[in-house]
């Protein structure tokens, strides 16, 4: 019920899904970021994160 309500205002505000793209609500188990290939691309190669 909680999630559902988060996910509704996310939509909201970012409809497109621009905002944060990689962050994703707890599924159950954990939570995670989800790098994307933006992500992926902006760290250089070798960089500790």
Known sequence: EDLEAQRRARDAFDP???MNPGKVFPGGDACAD???ERTK???AEGMWV
């Open 34 to 36: 989800i790098p994307t």
């Open 41 to 43: 691309r902006a760290l």
């Open 16 to 18: 497109d899904g621009t």
